[in-house]
Each structure stands twice: as structure tokens, then as C-alpha cells.
């Protein structure tokens, strides 16, 4: 049986998805070709993602940069709604790298907003720089995206 075409998210789903969903995941590769799949916080800034993070993922976006993200939201699946970017990742190795980020400052603001607005404080490292120990930034810029949108399939399928 052929599998139902799910519908895309338009496109202010998508910015509606990726403006207030809290994590993100994403996969790199390790070394060999292992998968290092890991939750973060993100903000969405002109089409580009960002986040602040440490650790293997920095090192293996900076062997390879090439990453696959993913959000999502609800866990029913005729409430599902979902997007996966495909794309390269840019380690923002430095305060020079930082400031001439041209969404970094939005990125910033963004997740203090999203982040605070949720009940928590609002997190320390968005007024950090690279500069911040073992942290960094990173964009993450799509080259390919696939969304889906079940809330638009007709409940009779």
C-alpha cells in the first residue's frame, strides 16, 4: 500500500513551529560514522538557526559541518507537525566570528524571550560570547527543509 503524502506546513506554521517550540534536535557525525543526536534550545532568525552548546557536537560540526535538524511538536500523530533541515553549521569560534554574525543579536533576544517567557529564567548564555569557556555559538544554515502537517489530513484516512 502506498504510503499518504503528509501536507506541508505553510509558511507561517513553520515560523509559528520554529518561533515557539523549545528543542531542537540535532544530529552530526562523529567520528567514524557515528550519529550524535542531541537536544538543544534554538532560535529561528531570518531562515537561519541558532544555538549555544559544547562538547562533541562542536567538535564534530567543526570535522563536518554538514547536520540534520529536527523540531517538532504534539506527540499524537494526527496532531504532528514537523520540519527537518538539512544544511551546514558554522561554529561562531570567536568575538570577532560573533560580531559579525548579522543574527546573532536577534538570536540572542529571541531566547531570552522564548526561553523566560516559559516560566524559567531566562538563560545565561544568551548574553554570553563565545568567549564563555568551552561554549559556542553556532548558525545553522538550511539547504534543504521537509515539513508535514497532519492536523491537514482528512480524518476518514
Known amino acids: 500500500m502506498p504510503s499518504q503524502k503528509k501536507p506541508p506546513l505553510v509558511a507561517a506554521k513553520l515560523d509559528d513551529l520554529m518561533s515557539n517550540t523549545w528543542n531542537l534536535r540535532i544530529a552530526t557525525t562523529g567520528s567514524g560514522t557515528r550519529i550524535n543526536l542531541t537536544p538543544l534550545w534554538f532560535s529561528w ?25 529536527l523540531v517538532d511538536r504534539n506527540e499524537r500523530f494526527p496532531e504532528l507537525q514537523g520540519a527537518m533541515f538539512q544544511g551546514r553549521a558554522v561554529v561562531l ?20 524571550a522564548k526561553y523566560a517567557a516559559g516560566g524559567s529564567v ?21 539547504s534543504h527543509t521537509v515539513t508535514w502537517d497532519n492536523t491537514m489530513i482528512p480524518a476518514a484516512l
Not at 569560534?93 to 529571541?110: F, H, K, P, V
Not at 538563560?123 to 568567549?131: I, R
Open 45 to 69: 532568525v531570518a531562515g537561519n538557526i541558532y544555538f549555544f552548546c559544547r562538547g562533541q557536537k562542536v567538535e564534530n560540526l567543526r570535522r563536518n559541518s554538514n547536520a540534520t535538524v
Open 93 to 112: 569560534e570567536d568575538r570577532s566570528m560573533e560580531d559579525a554574525d548579522d543574527g546573532l543579536s536577534a538570536a540572542r533576544q529571541q531566547m531570552a
Open 122 to 142: 531566562a538563560p545565561p548564555h544568551t548574553e554570553l560570547t563565545a568567549l564563555a569557556g568551552n561554549f559556542r555559538w553556532v548558525r545553522f544554515e538550511p
